[in-house]
């Protein structure tokens, strides 16, 4: 049985929380791969087979919806392309507005 991948944007208000929740998610639950995308450095806070999809640049929640064509590798818009080919969801705790317009 293949194993879901679930992208997890790692910019939101508590970037901190996002890595904990991958964490348990990862924890217990054997049926899910978590992918975060994010800077490098979070990579080691990870644990219990969480992985790291790299992400340069994101939207800050002050920064207007132009942001999101003017950051290709921002992680919300990597995260949205996964799903073209390695994530079957995603996980966004960032500003709606980016995450509706780096889906269309």
């Known amino acids: 049985m293949r ?3 679930v992208a997890v944007d790692f910019m939101a208000d508590k970037p901190q929380n996002v890595i904990e929740g ?3 998610a990862t924890c217990y639950s054997f049926e899910e791969e978590i ?3 994010g800077p490098e450095s979070i990579g080691p806070q ?3 087979g969480a992985k790291l999809k790299e992400a340069k640049d994101w939207i800050e929640m002050g920064e207007e919806i132009e942001a999101v064509r003017a950051k290709p590798e921002a992680s919300i818009n990597i995260a ?3 799903l073209q080919d390695r994530a079957q969801a995603l996980v966004s705790a960032g500003k709606s507005k980016a995450i509706v317009a780096a889906a269309i």
């Open 3 to 5: 194993k879901i991948a």
């Open 22 to 24: 991958a964490n348990e």
């Open 35 to 37: 992918i975060v995308v």
């Open 46 to 48: 990870l644990k219990h």
């Open 80 to 82: 949205c392309r996964m």
